[in-house]
């Protein structure tokens, strides 16, 4: 397994601007989840998918924040019109499938300065 | 409330000295898992144990080892004889049963810094 790869790891954008972030989960990983870390903090779980099914969204995933997995495979975050505030680390996990035993892997972060 | 605590912001410590880092937890689940993950400087956030709530049996793996205690809602983390290498954050986490999703809730993590 290559492991739970984003894309791009860093980026940098002008306050308003639009911002993606991929994520490719471990191959046959039918789980993905999407988290938001600031500096200091834990990850804040933002959403999660069973295949390309999104199941549930956090009160945190505003109407700018969105998430896609249009074949069950990567998946894609897309924030609108960024504030400063989204400023953070989006973390991107898979697992091979329901069951708490299954473990959770994580990708390395991509990393959002809004300014 | 479903919730879990790091106290301890940074630990510093020697090489070779022993640490432990402290978890408590809250939960209303009556079962329910907890976990350790590791997260260098690289970001990727790296599983360490999972543990469910019907397994007390305390666990040592190399120079790691974890101490379970339902009766204090803890599972702490200690590394015997620690490395510069150990350097990083460090977060417990918790998934109540009751949760589909599985979803992790994570601590505020505790950064270990090791000195040579």
């Known amino acids: 397994d290559t492991g739970v790869s984003q894309d791009p790891r860093h980026k940098i954008t002008k306050r308003g601007q639009n911002v993606t972030f991929r994520c490719d989960p471990i191959?046959?990983?039918?789980?993905l989840y999407w988290y938001r870390q600031t500096l200091g903090q834990g990850p804040e779980f933002l959403t999660y998918f069973q295949n390309e099914a999104q199941l549930e969204k956090s009160r945190l995933l505003s109407d700018r924040f969105s998430a896609e997995r249009p074949k069950g495979s990567f998946s894609t975050l897309e924030i609108q019109r960024t504030e400063q505030g989204d400023s953070a680390m989006y973390l991107c996990?898979?697992?091979?499938?329901?069951?708490?035993?299954?473990?959770?892997?994580f990708g390395e972060g991509s990393w959002l300065t809004v300014v | 409330a479903q919730k879990v605590t790091q106290a301890q912001t940074e630990i510093s410590v020697v090489e070779k000295e022993d640490v432990t880092l402290d978890c408590v937890y809250e939960?209303?689940?009556?079962?329910?898992?907890l976990f350790w993950y590791k997260q260098p400087p690289s970001g990727e956030l790296v599983f360490l144990i999972r543990?469910?709530?019907?397994?007390?049996q305390n666990e040592i793996s190399g120079r790691y080892s974890w101490n379970f205690q339902k009766s204090t809602s803890s599972f702490n983390f200690t590394i015997t004889a620690s490395q510069v290498v150990d350097s990083a954050v460090y977060f417990c986490?918790?998934?109540?049963?009751?949760?589909?999703?599985?979803?992790?809730?994570f601590g505020s993590g505790t950064r270990l810094l090791v000195r040579p």
């Open positions: 191959s046959e990983h039918n789980r």
């Open positions: 996990a898979s697992s091979p499938g329901q069951g708490v035993m299954n473990t959770i892997y």
């Open positions: 939960t209303r689940d009556t079962t329910y898992y």
């Open positions: 543990r469910n709530s019907f397994d007390e």
């Open positions: 986490a918790l998934i109540p049963k009751g949760d589909s999703s599985y979803k992790l809730i």
